[in-house]
């Protein structure tokens, strides 16, 4: 079978292709959920041309978790920016042959089914390297591949329970999980890292790659801190709401409107609190707070004290004085206070991209080259590019309607 590139988002927007990182690069993706679809964008975002494979009548679930962006939903949005959408049944040998055959074409392969699945699909790691000794194969999944727990299904918050996330986060009242998917957007970036350096050892070697990439792994990872206390320690740092168990002061401060987050890294940066912003030599001096475990240890005494004198300003006049003295800080913002932020607009982050309910606003990716703006193409409808995508397989019409009819009526 030959396989012609359709066009790449970079081409679309009218960006040169040389300057897109992953131009040229294909992956095809059978994803769900939140991560792979966003390490799989984030490829799409540097120019890699992006097949997502989606069932038949439904599509990726994530189509269907809110309504929110003038009717399509907000993850959605946010996770399939600039991909191709093939919609396939994977239940039948053809619609199974059809993407074995997408995948021969492609020079990543990206999945997060249910544990067992691909392999139950014929889309197996080994059995795909086997056909193709190049392929970089990235498998997302909850668990990794063996223990106790390698066959459980495994979502965000799931995830976040099993690895004491949740332990540590919210009140010292109330355990909470993160306020965003931390475990999913976790094994994204690994996802996504594991692409590129499988991508750049096969350049040098021109051998592919298989890796395994878990919710859990990832999470684990990102608990270092708090892990190696327990292990070194032998306690478990306690919630702190928005203060830090390691370091004070470091918390939401009251102003006279309002109040300002200040982060005290160090001595220098408490020293320049209390006689820069403060005003207050003596504080400076006070021996129980002259390190930052004698400030851990004396939290509360220095808390109070620093709350008692940032309630004399206002919370933009604070937040100032903080700024000119290189003291860390910011205001408690929300959502209305994110989208409408003076750093976006000042930067120029914001572009606009297709949907098929119209254009919409979305956030540049966060990796900025010097030389080119990475690509921001459309969010595909279901099915959007079967038919172009099958025809440059080597389908006949003929077969891509009545893949079109079950499109329609799956």
């Known amino acids: 079978m030959s396989f012609e590139v359709p066009q790449s988002p970079g081409e679309q927007a009218g ?27 984030h490829l799409a975002d540097l120019g890699a041309e992006v097949i997502k494979v989606e069932r038949v009548g439904e599509g990726d679930f994530a189509r269907a978790y809110d309504s929110y962006v003038n009717g399509i939903a907000s993850h959605f949005v946010w996770l399939n920016r600039g991909k191709r959408s093939v919609a396939l049944d994977l239940k039948t040998a053809r619609g199974r042959e059809l993407v074995t055959g997408l995948i021969g ?37 909850g668990y990794g591949t063996a223990g106790p727990k390698a066959q459980r299904k495994a979502y965000d918050m799931l995830v976040q329970a099993e690895t004491g996330l949740i332990s540590i986060t919210g009140t010292p009242e109330t355990p909470t999980k993160t306020g965003i998917p931390t475990a999913d957007i976790a094994a994204a970036l690994y996802a996504l890292t594991s692409v590129l350096a499988g991508l750049f050892r096969r350049e040098r070697t021109g051998a592919g790659a298989v890796v395994d990439v878990s919710l859990f792994d990832a999470t684990v990872e990102w608990l270092g801190h708090p892990m190696y206390v327990q292990m070194y320690a032998g306690h478990q740092l ?47 001096e006070d021996p129980r707070f002259a390190t930052n475990q004698l400030r851990v240890r004396h939290r509360q005494e220095i808390d109070g004290a ?21 003291v860390p800080a910011a205001q408690l913002n929300d959502m209305a206070g994110l989208v409408a932020h003076p750093q976006l607009s000042a930067r120029d982050r914001w572009r606009e991209i297709g949907t098929e309910a119209g254009r919409i606003q979305a956030v540049l990716p966060p990796m900025t080259f010097s030389d080119t703006e990475l690509a921001m193409g459309d969010v595909p409808a279901l099915g959007q590019h079967t038919d172009t995508v099958l025809t440059r397989l080597g389908i006949d019409a003929e077969e891509i309607a009545r893949l079109r009819h079950d499109l329609v009526v799956g």
Not at 18 to 28: D, F, K, M, Q
Not at 107 to 126: I, K, S, T
Not at 308 to 325: H, I, P
């Open 15 to 41: 960006l040169p292709l040389a300057g897109l990182p992953l131009a040229g690069v294909r992956v095809v993706a059978i994803e769900q959920a939140v991560a792979a679809p966003l390490a799989t964008r």
């Open 105 to 141: 074409t492609a020079d990543v392969f990206v999945q997060n089914l249910a544990p067992g699945a691909a392999e139950r699909l014929g889309l197996g790691a080994e059995l795909l390297r086997a056909a193709h000794p190049r392929l970089v194969v990235v498998n997302l999944s």
């Open 238 to 284: 306690p919630r702190m709401g928005l203060s830090h168990a390691a370091i004070a002061p470091y918390d939401a401060y009251p102003t006279r409107d309002g109040q300002v987050l200040i982060g005290v890294q160090n001595d220098r940066g408490w020293d320049l609190l209390c006689r820069k912003v403060l005003g207050d030599d003596e504080l400076a």
């Open 306 to 326: 620093v709350a008692q004198r940032t309630r004399g300003w206002g919370t933009a006049e604070l937040e100032q004085r903080l700024a000119d003295a290189g």
